[in-house]
C-alpha cells in the first residue's frame, strides 16, 4: 500500500523541525500502543534504522522524564479503535511536546477521525498493511515536515470531491441554458421566428409560404437560417425547441 503526501505544514516551528533534520540522523522514536503484537511487529519493522524503538508505553503521561530532545523526536500512536481517546492523547502529547512530531497508525481510516487527528496535530497517517519501505519513507517524510495520507484514503478524497461537484455543475449548466436558449431567440428575426412559429405547428414549406404570401424558396432560405441560429439538426429539432424558447405570440395561426 503506498502513501501519497499532501500540503506541507506551513509554519516557521514545522520548518524548523524539518531544518535541524537529515535522513539518517537518530530519532527518539516513541510508541504508544497497547497491542502487544503491534509493539512487536513495529520494534521488528523499525530495528536498525534511524527510528528504532527506543520507549514503548501505553499511557503517555510518564513520558515528560524521559523525553529529552523532543525536536528530534517521534511519536508513533495506535489508532486501531479511532475514539476520542487517541485524539486526546494526541492533543496531550502536542501540548508536550510542541515540536516533537505524531505519526498514527492503523488498519485503516475514515475521514472524520482523520480530520479530528489533524486538527489535534497528526503529521502522518500510516496503514499497518504498509510495508516497511513505505512505512520507513513515510516517516522520513513526516520528519521533513510533510504530512503523509495513504494513497487509498486520498483516492475516497477525491473521489468525493467530483461526486459532489457533479450536482453543482449540472445546476450551473441548468441555470446557464436559459441564457442560451434566449440569445439565440433574440438571434432570429421577426420573419424567422414567424416561420418557426408556423414549423413549430407541423406546416410544411408551400402552406408556411401561402400563409405569409412569399415564395417557398423564400421561406427555405429562412428555414435554413433558422436551423443554423438554434443548433437544430432538422425541422423536428427546430419544433421541439420551439415550443420551450419560443414565446407563443410569434407565431401564426394557419386557420386565419
Known amino acids: 500500500m503506498s502513501e501519497a503526501r499532501i500540503e506541507p505544514i506551513a509554519d516557521e516551528r514545522a520548518q524548523a523541525i524539518s531544518a535541524s533534520w537529515s535522513p539518517g540522523q537518530e530519532v527518539v522514536t516513541i510508541l504508544i500502543c497497547k497491542s502487544a503484537m503491534l509493539r512487536i511487529g513495529l520494534k521488528h519493522l523499525l530495528a536498525s534504522t534511524c527510528f528504532a524503538v527506543s520507549e514503548t508505553v501505553v499511557d503517555p503521561i510518564p513520558l515528560s522524564p524521559r523525553c529529552s530532545n523532543p525536536g528530534l523526536s517521534l511519536f508513533i500512536v495506535d489508532a486501531s479503535d479511532s475514539s476520542d481517546d487517541v485524539v486526546e492523547t494526541i ?5 508536550q511536546y510542541p515540536d516533537a512530531r505524531i505519526v498514527v497508525t492503523a488498519d485503516h481510516f475514515d475521514l472524520s477521525f482523520v480530520r479530528q487527528g489533524h486538527d489535534a496535530g497528526v503529521d502522518g497517517f500510516c496503514l499497518t498493511a504498509s510495508s516497511r519501505d513505505v512505512l520507513i519513507k513515510s ?3 513526516v520528519m521533513l515536515g510533510e504530512t503523509m495520507l495513504p494513497a487509498s484514503l ?5 473521489q468525493g470531491m467530483r461526486s459532489s461537484a457533479g450536482p ?6 441548468a441555470m446557464a441554458e436559459p ?3 434566449g440569445s439565440r431567440a433574440s438571434r432570429l428575426s421577426a420573419r424567422e421566428a414567424e416561420i418557426l412559429g408556423c414549423i413549430m405547428g407541423g406546416a410544411p414549406n408551400k402552406v408556411i409560404a401561402r400563409q405569409l404570401d412569399v415564395a417557398e424558396a423564400t421561406v427555405k432560405v429562412h ?3 433558422i436551423l443554423r441560429k438554434i443548433g437544430a439538426a432538422n425541422r423536428t429539432q427546430a419544433a421541439m425547441w ?5 414565446p407563443r405570440n410569434d407565431g401564426v395561426s394557419l386557420n386565419a
Open 223 to 225: 428555414v435554413k437560417a
Open 179 to 181: 441564457n442560451v436558449s
Open 168 to 173: 453543482q455543475l449540472q445546476a450551473n449548466r
Open 154 to 158: 486520498v483516492r475516497s478524497l477525491l
Open 139 to 141: 516517516l522520513e517524510l
Open 91 to 95: 492533543r496531550h502529547l502536542k501540548s
Open 242 to 246: 420551439a415550443t420551450t424558447h419560443l
